[in-house]
């Protein structure tokens, strides 16, 4: 079968899509993946077939000019609250305007839309995969009659706030409820002569590659599969000092992918980090591009600062890591085992990181009174309690316990057939 990936342009969010994108192509599936511009030399590097789409979003242009309190309305703000008076129907509202006007409709551009939709008409996919905020994805499956489906690398707190508001809004009068998102996409459905359905935002299913105990159970059809670490185009190099055991236990610290390629804040002050570090019996390990290096006032002098390095080459070397709370840096670090010290200061990076510290794999570093002081408390717990260990032992279990990209795919070719229209069947 023909099988059509897509999403937006940011490594971060397209790193999710690359193993099942192998496990298909070597399945014997034609696979293309398809995102703005930007994205194609990271796509090539992977080794897979890239398809640009429209023109380049333009979301670094959105954060400085809205201003940093479009970031703060969703800070520490807990998405899974379900009292009214805590997250009220009206914050629920704001908050999918913001993202809709904000970010949906930014990421997803007029042009890639089209181009999207135009290309899909050209290559007839029977099945289109797509990174759960390129809503275009579903928008080409719509037009085309694809099946298509949600790839997920991240707990599934965006889908659970949206059914939220329209659980919410049920129990409203027709007009009193307000819908940015579904309104967003009937109109860009209805310029491609489709119609707008509810699983335009869910997807007929989704592909799910959080373990259990971190997965979330909304009722909705999914395939869970294993997480399969891939940190990005590189370089994936092993560099000498990684082909030596540590002679000290090695802690790993790095602030994401995000940070660098984008004008998305930092959430901590690297100064601060490397304060609560310097005075242990570590060696650490941080990954910091040249910006970022720059606002460092002092390296310690048992750091070690390297501008990339694979996650999947250092982590099975260290005992622990602070990470800013990302989705590919939590479940690469889960899938080898390392206790975390995450950073949850918005939307999934909380709860990922409170389930980490329900789960006893790690602690939840709040931005709320955070301080060196205290970062330095918790990675010195993680550090000399076993049970850190043994709970992201647990951890990797899980993980482990889950389908190999590989072995869904016959699954995947299942419900394709089931789903896509008879007009798409070729």
Request: with cysteine; aromatic share 6%; glycine share 6%.
């Amino acid at each position: 079968m023909r099988v059509l990936l897509t999403a937006f342009a940011q490594d971060a969010h397209l790193n999710g899509l690359v193993p099942l994108a192998w496990a298909l192509r070597t399945a014997g599936h034609e696979v293309r993946v398809a995102s703005q511009p930007d994205a194609v030399t990271s796509i090539t590097r992977a080794g897979l077939t890239a398809v640009p789409v429209g023109g380049n979003h333009r979301m670094d242009a959105v954060i400085p000019t809205v201003g940093p309190g479009m970031l703060m309305h969703h800070m520490d703000r807990d998405y899974l609250e379900n009292r009214p008076e805590r997250l009220s129907l009206d914050y629920l509202r704001a908050s999918n305007a913001i993202l809709t006007a904000t970010f949906y409709g930014q990421i997803n551009n007029d042009s890639m839309i089209d181009a999207l939709v135009d290309y899909a008409r050209f290559w007839q996919p029977d099945l289109v995969l797509w990174e759960p905020f390129t809503f275009a994805g579903a928008v080409a499956a719509k037009a085309t009659g694809a099946a298509h489906a949600r790839l997920l690398a991240f707990p599934d707190l965006f889908a659970h706030t949206h059914l939220t508001l329209r659980r919410r809004q049920a129990e409203l009068p027709g007009e009193l409820r307000d819908d940015p998102l579904e309104e967003w996409l009937a109109y860009t459905l209805d310029r491609h002569g489709a119609a707008f359905d509810p699983d335009v935002v869910t997807g007929q299913w989704s592909v799910d590659q959080m373990p259990p105990g971190v997965r979330m159970e909304l009722g909705l059809p999914r395939v869970p599969t294993r997480y399969v670490p891939y940190n990005g185009p590189g370089p994936a190099v092993v560099p000498d000092w990684l082909r030596r055991p540590p002679e000290r236990r090695r802690v790993c610290l790095t602030l994401g992918l995000t940070i660098r390629d984008t004008e998305f804040p930092n959430a901590v002050d690297v100064n601060d980090v490397f304060a609560s570090l310097a005075d242990l019996d570590v060696e650490v390990v941080a990954t910091l591009s040249e910006k970022e290096l720059a606002q460092v006032s002092r390296v310690p002098d048992n750091a070690r600062v390297v501008d990339h390095v694979a996650l999947l080459a250092l982590l099975p070397t260290c005992s622990a890591i602070v990470h800013h709370g990302g989705a590919g840096t939590w479940a690469t670090a889960a899938a080898y085992g390392v206790p975390q010290v995450a950073l949850g200061w918005m939307w999934d990076a909380i709860y990922r990181a409170r389930r980490l510290e329900e789960l006893g794999a790690g602690l939840h570093l709040h931005s709320e009174g955070l301080t060196v002081g205290v970062l330095r408390d918790k990675l010195v717990r993680i550090l000399d309690d076993p049970s850190f260990a043994e709970g992201a032992r647990r951890l990797r279990l899980a993980m482990l316990s889950s389908p190999s990209p590989n072995e869904v795919v016959p699954t995947l070719e299942k419900l394709t057939a089931r789903h896509r229209s008879v007009a798409a069947a070729r």
